[in-house]
């Protein structure tokens, strides 16, 4: 949570009501990328932090339990998850995956991400997964398109640079994506709904007074098809 007027930050647990202040940072507005751990199970924390989104000084910022002062990490991005112990960021610059060690404090480089005009980095049944979008604010929501990537790492003694692998399907889980982050459920804890869909916002333009909207869309991964559903355009695209 963000102060409005004041610079103070803090976690707010939304199941126990409890609150923990974080430190001081010097940015124009930081959005919070992630905060691990699921906060039924335990208190435990780890928060990365996303600075200056509408400005060129850009970073990313980590921080535990216990610590008193943000770890940068690099430049940041919104495209960015948590894995195992590892921040995992998609770097917009080089369009190379970045790899941070939360325990070692090292960065290494990883694959090489396909060009697409939107990119997302989601934890999927105990995978990460690269979607990419296919869109842009004219295109009619049955032309939008994605493509899927998994990730996957040298097992053993095998040193072997991480690589994505294309994937055509996601199983049982279903992607909810907006304009700048993502998460990933599995369909099996909803009766009567399907997995391997991807819900997602669609930015539209009205083309008369050049208002942006935004309404809910529902891609087959199987199909390859996309469809508008029964719901209201928005004027802000919320998650």
């Known amino acids: ?5 004041n610079p103070d930050l803090s976690l707010l647990n939304p199941v126990t009501n409890s609150k ?10 930081p959005r919070l990328v992630w905060a691990s751990l699921d906060p ?3 208190e435990d924390y780890a928060v990365c932090l996303f600075g200056n989104a509408w400005t060129p000084k850009k970073f990313s910022a980590f921080l535990q339990p216990g610590e008193v002062k943000w770890t940068i990490i690099n430049k940041g991005s919104l495209e960015s998850c948590y894995y195992k112990g590892m921040y995992l960021h998609l770097n917009t610059d080089s369009n190379s995956l970045e790899i941070y060690d939360v325990a070692t404090r090292t960065l290494r480089e990883g694959p090489v991400s396909p060009i697409a005009g939107l990119a997302h980095l989601v934890v999927s049944a105990g995978q990460v997964i690269l979607v990419l979008k296919y869109d842009h604010m004219y295109l009619p ?3 939008c398109h994605f493509e899927i990537h998994r990730l996957e790492f040298g097992t053993g003694t095998d040193e072997k640079k991480p690589f994505w692998v294309k994937i055509s399907n996601i199983g049982d889980q279903i992607l909810f994506l907006n304009l700048a982050s993502g998460f990933s459920i599995s369909a099996s804890c909803f009766g009567g709904v399907r997995g391997n869909f991807i819900y997602f916002m669609k930015e539209t333009n ?4 050049n208002r942006i909207s935004y309404v809910l869309a529902r891609y087959d991964i199987e199909a390859g098809t996309a469809e508008v559903l029964p719901f209201p355009p928005v004027t802000k695209c919320g998650m």
């Open 1 to 5: 949570m963000r102060h409005l007027t």
């Open 20 to 29: 923990v202040s974080l430190p001081f940072i010097q940015s124009m507005g």
């Open 40 to 42: 039924v199970q335990t």
């Open 141 to 143: 929501v049955h032309q």
């Open 206 to 209: 009205n083309g008369f007074d």
